[in-house]
């Protein structure tokens, strides 16, 4: 059998399944015509009914016979309704050649590769250093997320100055001086992110109130507990006993 036939088998055989391809192969086994026609047909009814989706193809009928006919190595002799023909060879997938050169820098990537060669087809100035201080941007996001640690503006404008080739340059006093590597945050006016406060729950607020209270009223638990005493009181001088009926 050659790689061709062997490829076909393969993939008719992911098709259909295992079990209907050894249905197909035990089909030469048969002597009697009229018995080996027989089972040939309940196998492509079993077919459809495995795979229903085939019924609305065109020449649905044909395909599934001819196929039937490629897992039985073309020596299927049966009284098909349609006349069974060998497929055309398939040729053997061709081996995709792993990538030999990968990224110069592996921290960013070939997308920040990719993002600088089109930042290099921009003629105008301005446009240019948009992308260039975008594109810087996210490299130092990305060397970030890849070294666990902060790097400086002086080596992303170097790496960039490399993947660029010279072409895209940026002043590094005005970097630093507006942070045009950082992403926007929410600055609270001292040049530092606003901190990150964490609501405090309302039962455990309400108990470090009382505590406080307590601690700067002189014992305010003792006197709630005196204003209870007393309203439980009052409670009991205020309710009047049941009248006793006339004897």
Known sequence: ????????????????GQSTFILVQQLAGIEDRAERT???????????RLQPALRDQ?????KVWNHVFEMADGEL?????????AQVNLAPPQRIPYPAKGPKFRAYGQAVEQLVAQALTLEDPAEREQATVIIGRTM????????????????????L???????????PDQVDAQNLFEFAATNTGGGRPAPF????????????????????????NNGGNRRDKQRRGGGRKNRQ???????
Do not use: C
């Open 1 to 16: 059998m050659t790689l061709p036939s062997l490829h076909k088998h393969e993939l008719l055989q992911r098709e259909y």
């Open 38 to 48: 027989r089972r040939a047909q309940q196998i492509v009814q079993l077919i459809f």
């Open 58 to 62: 065109p020449d649905s009928q044909a």
């Open 77 to 85: 002799d049966v009284d098909a309704p349609f006349p069974l023909v």
């Open 140 to 159: 130092k996001f990305l060397y970030r997320s890849h070294n666990k640690e902060n790097a400086k503006d002086v080596t992303i404008l170097k790496h």
């Open 161 to 171: 100055k490399e993947l660029s080739g010279g072409a895209l340059t940026l002043d």
């Open 197 to 220: 406060i964490v609501a405090q729950p309302r039962q455990e607020r309400e108990s470090s109130g009382g505590n406080r209270r307590g601690s700067n009223g002189g014992g305010g």
């Open 241 to 247: 006993e049941p009248q006793q009926p006339p004897q």
